[in-house]
């Protein structure tokens, strides 16, 4: 009788220990389902080239923006010219400058795959220059609307790459637009 209880006391905790180490392993609770159109911040930098009529000037480029949900965010951006390019005009030789730009965007993104979403986007911009001939600098400045396309991939879900296009059409008479092309490093917050 004895060895009988001992067999079932035995048993029993051969059942019991794996449950209770089970327990102890258990994955914790799932955590509260997010919003999935809370905003998620990110930010961008990088180059920017813009050619005007064959003017080619280039540009640091930082962005801060934020995406509402998976489909539309809003960034701002700016860039800081830091080089010049040569035209003549009236057969005077004239250095252009690109000194700022500023614009604001309103951002459609299509996500194609998990890390990889398409975007286009339509905002304002003012750009400010100089330009220098003869001993003369004036001050160069244009408001613009600017509509352009890209496309963005994130390696780990939080850095990555952007590429984008944006054409700056300038409200001044006269004015040519700029073509924009921009690499950048994204970071998410």
């Known amino acids: 009788m004895r060895i009988s209880t001992i067999a079932v006391s035995a048993a029993l905790l051969a059942l019991a220990l794996p449950a209770a180490a089970l327990a102890q392993t258990a994955a914790p609770p799932p955590a509260p389902a997010t919003n999935p159109y809370s905003p998620s911040f990110y930010g961008t930098l990088g180059y920017m080239g813009t050619d005007i009529d064959g003017i080619d000037l280039s540009s640091i480029q930082a962005r801060l923006g934020a995406r509402f949900g998976r489909y539309i965010g809003i960034e701002g951006e700016g860039s800081w010219g830091v080089d010049n390019d040569k035209t003549f005009i009236g057969g005077n030789e004239v250095k252009l400058k690109q000194d700022s730009q ?83 490093y994204v970071r998410k917050f």
Do not use: C
Not at 147 to 163: C, E, I
């Open 102 to 184: 500023e614009a604001i965007y309103g951002v459609g993104f299509l996500p194609i795959m998990p890390n990889f979403d398409l975007l286009a986007r339509v905002g304002y911009g003012h750009t400010s220059g100089t330009g220098s001939v003869e001993g003369v600098t004036p001050s160069l400045k244009g408001d613009s609307w600017n509509y352009g396309v890209g496309g963005q991939y994130l390696f780990d879900g939080k850095n990555g790459v952007r590429v984008d296009y944006t054409r700056e059409s300038f409200q001044a008479r006269g004015s040519d637009d700029a073509n924009v092309w921009s690499v950048a």
